[in-house]
């Protein structure tokens, strides 16, 4: 779906032109910690729908680590709080929960599981990340 035209200026620009969307610090240190336990993944599996940040392709595991803005952690309290852009942000937002929504049910459709996590999260609670991708394996594995 195109969206609205974003109204910036070239200091907003400069700073949103920082925004790494790959290899951001949560994605390093919860596939890093995933790699010392002996799981091994591919990173940005283009193969895959929604090119899941770390796919576990011998489990069937696609994980996503989600922006809370980008991806509307407590949308619906949050979008009364935009000020800027208020319309295209929202509408923005909401195509990507949606699109997210379409990729977990492309994925569950190829016989993949999907795992999503926020990205603070995953660094405040890695090892409780590590530890439900963990769960998943073994039920994969007991089934």
């Not at 729908?49 to 576990?56: E, Q, T, V, Y």
């Not at 996503?64 to 942000?89: A, M, P, S, V």
Request: charged share 30%; net charge positive; proline share 2%.
């Amino acid at each position: 779906m195109k969206h609205q035209q974003l109204k910036t200026s070239p200091e907003i620009s400069k700073r949103m032109a920082h925004v790494k969307t790959k290899k951001n610090s949560a994605e390093v240190m919860l596939a890093k910690s995933l790699w010392h336990r002996g799981y091994r993944y591919r990173l940005n599996y283009k193969a895959l729908p929604g090119s899941p940040d770390i796919a576990l392709t011998k489990y069937r595991i696609a994980i996503f680590i989600d922006g809370e803005f980008w991806h509307g952690k407590d949308f619906e309290q949050r979008k009364t709080k935009l000020k800027n852009n208020k319309d295209y942000w929202i509408e923005k937002i909401q195509e990507n929960i949606d699109r997210d929504l379409k990729n977990d049910k492309l994925l569950r459709q190829m016989d993949w599981y999907s795992i999503h996590f926020w990205s603070n999260d995953v660094i405040k609670y890695c090892n409780q990340c590590v530890e439900e991708v963990i769960c998943l394996i073994d039920d994969i594995n007991n089934f």
